[in-house]
């Protein structure tokens, strides 16, 4: 373990499970589009930036139980914790509705985590996590400018799906502050360099999605009370049946391996 890992201990395995659960989650929502997306294209696009983020998930809880050395593997933090101790932010458990609200969702979640993983590969003492941060900065790229496309195509098309669009954005923008907050866990991880601060990330964000939404002839919502509570591990009734089918097969048959 080096340096930095060890000084943060306890908190840096919660920090790197807070991130991992984003992307397991936001991973899962994705796969749920597998069948039903639009256009076989944009099927196989949706079901490919869904495994994008479970690999990254894969990754982060691998180092996670490597760095705890009480020998949980990946599978026993994807399916085998409860609700209350998942960790991750409200924005990425939100439920699909409709293509435009995946689409935002999208965009929100990629405008932030493509320069989170850049400044994890430029700047963090861990060596484990700058290989994962640079395989999957170049894989939030590309989910920034597919949803980034979707969003200026929707919200610049026709009266329906512009009214669809704005929809979205009115609906999610409220859950976006959470992913600038950091959790006791995150700021031992900033203080040891593991990882970057979240605010330091919230100018570069703010412009990339007044871009888009300039392009998209989209209004920025104002939000008067953020949603937040997922980083304390408080969801909204949807996570709960999000489990139920992610955890289905390991609870039902426990111990299972392929």
Known sequence: MNAAVASAGETAIRAIVEIA???????HRLSEWCGHAPTLEEDLALANMGLDLLGQARALY??????????????????????????????VERRNGDFAVT??????????????????????????????????EKEMAY???????????????????????QAAIDELHRYTGEMFMASPARADAIAAKLL???????????????????AARLELPEVRVPQKGGRDGLH?????????????????YPGQAW
Request: hydrophobic fraction near 40%.
């Open 21 to 27: 659960d984003d992307c397991l989650i936001l991973g």
């Open 62 to 91: 691998a180092h996670a139980g490597d760095l705890e050395g009480k020998g949980r593997s990946e599978d026993d933090f994807a399916f085998l914790r409860r609700e209350r101790d998942y960790r991750n932010c409200l924005l």
């Open 103 to 136: 689409m935002a969702r999208q965009l929100y979640f990629a405008a932030f985590m493509e320069p989170f993983w850049r400044a994890i590969t430029a700047t963090s003492g861990d060596e484990t996590l700058r290989g994962i941060a640079a395989k999957a």
């Open 143 to 165: 989910h920034l400018r597919h949803s980034g496309e979707w969003v200026i195509r929707l919200g610049d098309g026709t009266a329906e799906s512009a009214m669809r669009m």
């Open 196 to 214: 970057p601060d979240p605010e330091s990330l919230r100018a570069g964000w703010d412009q990339t999605i007044a871009t888009v939404f300039a």
């Open 236 to 252: 909204g009734e949807d996570m709960g049946h999000l489990l139920a089918e992610l955890q289905f097969m390991q609870r039902a």
